[in-house]
């Protein structure tokens, strides 16, 4: 630009800005979970790029228990600062459950934000994903019947053992 004979330089144009959405946490709800419980898992999404995620477009994140998809977040569509981030709890799965049925043992979480592909202008999609290790307890054992009773001599000389069966059978 001119100005009287002299130049005055053009203002360099702001770099561009770019959102990179990660995954830096999973949880669950609850914390030691044992066998047969529902499970709700959470995940802490953060923006590590240099500009503001999309407004008004689901930021999803797919939760998977050993490979199998278990439940999403779907309902978040605000933007995410840069360098901000947000918990997104689970609020819809296969058949409309958003919970995990805990199978006693060990298992791979694995927490995917932008899973469907909807944030295809994303930095860096390699690092969308999270896979953490839960344990899940074993229920503990039932309660013996009650109303069973033993001959006083026979406890005292450690001469019955009882044993159940927690099936109904009718």
């Not at 053009?10 to 669950?28: A, M």
């Not at 590590?48 to 050993?66: A, E, K, L, M, R």
């Not at 944030?119 to 690092?127: L, Y």
Request: proline share 11%; glycine share 10%.
């Amino acid at each position: 630009i001119s100005f009287g004979g002299s130049i005055v330089p053009e203002e360099p144009p702001p770099p561009p800005t770019f959102f990179d959405l990660q995954v830096i946490d999973i949880t669950w709800s609850p914390v030691a979970a044992k066998a047969g419980e529902a499970v709700t898992f959470s995940a802490l999404v953060y923006n590590n790029g240099t500009g503001p995620s999309p407004d008004g477009v689901i930021h999803g994140v797919g939760f998977s228990v050993d490979g199998v998809q278990v439940a999403w977040s779907a309902s978040n569509t605000t933007s995410i600062a840069a360098h901000g981030q947000r918990s997104q709890v689970a609020d819809g799965g296969p058949g409309g459950v958003l919970t995990w049925t805990a199978v006693a043992g060990t298992h791979s979480v694995q927490a995917f934000v932008d899973d469907a592909g909807r944030m295809p202008t994303e930095s860096d999609k390699a690092n969308n994903i999270l896979v953490k290790s839960i344990v899940v307890a074993s229920p503990p054992p039932p309660d013996p019947p009650s109303g069973i009773s033993a001959p006083p001599q026979a406890v005292a000389a450690n001469l019955t053992t009882l044993v159940w069966n927690d099936e109904f059978e009718g």
